[in-house]
């Protein structure tokens, strides 16, 4: 059966075309020789692959494939095919690559963050980048997610140092430095804040993702494990510290994103034992995308603005962190 597109001179009036679900399963199977390995790569199950290839068979009237033990192999009537199909996905694919980078260069870059490290490091920072960016738009969106990978439709992203390098272009921004932090009023009120064992007569406020380092934190301390409920757990660290900040009780606390606070009186530091994790917070994006102007603005400007921050938490901190950061796992 030969099926084509109807023409009114040189200019197409409708396509009659084979089920695309159908053309995408052949060309995989045929092109891999192996209908498991198609089904993978297309996510669904081998069983939707065969049904789909039977499919186009009897659309086209014609065998495409050769069942063998070992997979398939096309028919010669299917490797023809295969090179037509496999021709036109391939401008497809071009064809979508470059609407990608039309709307990439127009459009605004899509970033996604720690929620604290938006709400607390970059927004305060984000009239600097515009200033020497005007052009660059941006779309900021939060996350919880330390260890996730890189969705497709964001563009950069941070997020602990990467397991898998591989496709993806990696820069440093800082390592996670904690420390319990309070409002300098609390200092002054009773019952005293002078040493670690002295939290057990304060309220504890908690985020969800570093309940766990409060209690490396303690246990470094000597003082045993946290009781998290004496105190109150906040979905976000960034409320956390606004809690703290308050003078209600004390906080754990990333020192990159509460600098500010410390700087300008708002949180103080009231013992001198602080971890850093071992692996730091990290920006990534495609490999294939490093190089785009947008990206590789926004990128490079963060990454001076991390070891800007860095220097300055080292300098802020010298005299209270004399001894320097345990690093653990955790953090």
């Given at each position: 059966m030969c099926r084509a597109a109807t023409y009114q001179g040189d200019a197409p009036i409708a396509f009659r075309l084979p089920p695309l679900n159908s053309l995408r399963a052949f060309e995989a199977a045929?092109?891999?020789?192996?209908?498991?390995?198609?089904?993978?790569?297309?996510?669904?199950?081998?069983?939707?692959?065969?049904?789909?290839?039977?499919?186009?068979?009897?659309?086209?009237?014609?065998?495409?494939l050769l069942r063998e033990h070992r997979g398939v192999r096309p028919t010669e009537i299917g490797a023809a095919f295969l090179r037509e199909i496999g021709e036109g996905f391939r401008r497809i694919d071009a064809a979508v690559c470059n609407l990608e980078l039309d709307r990439r260069k127009s459009g605004p870059l899509r970033v996604r963050l720690f929620s604290t490290m938006m709400s607390d490091w970059l927004v305060p920072r984000l009239d600097d980048f515009r200033a020497m960016h005007p052009g660059v738009k941006l779309r900021l969106s939060g996350t919880s997610d330390s260890h996730g990978t890189l969705p497709d439709d964001i563009d950069i992203a941070a997020m602990r140092e990467p397991e898998e390098w591989e496709d993806l272009h990696c820069v440093r921004l800082f390592y996670g430095v904690f420390t319990p932090v309070c409002a300098p009023s609390l200092l002054e009120a009773e019952p005293?804040?002078?040493?670690?064992?002295?939290?057990?007569?304060?309220?504890?406020?908690?985020?969800?993702?570093?309940?766990?380092?409060?209690?490396?934190?303690?246990?470094?301390?000597?003082?045993?494990?946290?009781?998290?409920?004496?105190?109150?757990?906040?979905?976000?660290?960034?409320?956390?510290?606004?809690?703290?900040?308050?003078?209600?009780?004390?906080?754990?606390?990333?020192?990159?994103?509460?600098?500010?606070?410390?700087?300008?009186?708002?949180?103080?530091?009231?013992?001198?034992?602080?971890?850093?994790?071992?692996?730091?917070?990290?920006?990534?994006?495609?490999?294939?995308?490093?190089?785009?102007?947008?990206?590789?603005?926004?990128?490079?400007?963060?990454?001076?603005?991390?070891?800007?921050?860095?220097d300055e938490v080292r300098q802020v901190f010298a005299t209270r962190f004399s001894a320097g950061f345990p690093e653990v796992e955790q953090a």
């Amino acid at each position: 059966m030969c099926r084509a597109a109807t023409y009114q001179g040189d200019a197409p009036i409708a396509f009659r075309l084979p089920p695309l679900n159908s053309l995408r399963a052949f060309e995989a199977a045929a092109r891999l020789e192996n209908i498991a390995r198609a089904a993978e790569e297309l996510n669904v199950s081998p069983g939707a692959v065969s049904r789909h290839i039977a499919i186009l068979e009897d659309y086209l009237a014609c065998p495409l494939l050769l069942r063998e033990h070992r997979g398939v192999r096309p028919t010669e009537i299917g490797a023809a095919f295969l090179r037509e199909i496999g021709e036109g996905f391939r401008r497809i694919d071009a064809a979508v690559c470059n609407l990608e980078l039309d709307r990439r260069k127009s459009g605004p870059l899509r970033v996604r963050l720690f929620s604290t490290m938006m709400s607390d490091w970059l927004v305060p920072r984000l009239d600097d980048f515009r200033a020497m960016h005007p052009g660059v738009k941006l779309r900021l969106s939060g996350t919880s997610d330390s260890h996730g990978t890189l969705p497709d439709d964001i563009d950069i992203a941070a997020m602990r140092e990467p397991e898998e390098w591989e496709d993806l272009h990696c820069v440093r921004l800082f390592y996670g430095v904690f420390t319990p932090v309070c409002a300098p009023s609390l200092l002054e009120a009773e019952p005293k804040l002078r040493h670690p064992g002295d939290l057990r007569h304060h309220t504890l406020f908690f985020s969800k993702p570093h309940i766990e380092i409060w209690n490396i934190w303690c246990a470094l301390a000597g003082i045993g494990a946290v009781d998290t409920g004496v105190g109150m757990i906040f979905e976000s660290s960034s409320h956390a510290c606004q809690a703290a900040r308050a003078g209600g009780g004390v906080s754990m606390a990333q020192l990159s994103f509460v600098l500010d606070d410390v700087k300008a009186g708002r949180l103080v530091a009231p013992f001198d034992l602080a971890v850093r994790s071992k692996r730091p917070y990290c920006l990534v994006s495609k490999q294939s995308r490093k190089n785009e102007p947008q990206l590789a603005a926004f990128r490079d400007w963060m990454s001076a603005e991390a070891r800007r921050t860095e220097d300055e938490v080292r300098q802020v901190f010298a005299t209270r962190f004399s001894a320097g950061f345990p690093e653990v796992e955790q953090a």
